[in-house]
């Protein structure tokens, strides 16, 4: 009988745990990214939404939000890259002191960048 038990309670924990880590990202992160503080005239672009983030030509679905303490990672499905499938993977998001954002992923490398003021 205990062990129904201790299952629901590590799913009511998990996703207590994916809560709040979902509350983080869209309370600080949502937003257009690029390499300069001006999107427009950016060949690279990011878009973190609430369910989709986009970088460059590659747009995935969010399928779980987590956080370890500094950021939040993603793990990103159903990516698409100039309308061809391409592989899930997991970004991890930083937010530096002056409003810069680390994008790092093992498809796309560690990226810096601006939160665009002209969007």
Known sequence: MKAPIIAALACFATSAIADGAVDIYQGNFLGAYALTAT????????????????FGETSCTISQVLTDGVGVILDLATCNAEGE????????????????????SAATGTTELLRCTDR
């Open 39 to 54: 999107c427009a005239g950016q060949e690279l672009q990011v878009d973190l939404m609430a369910n989709r983030v986009a």
């Open 85 to 104: 499938p391409t592989d899930d993977h997991r970004v991890t998001l930083t937010l530096s002191e002056t409003g810069g954002l680390t994008y790092d």
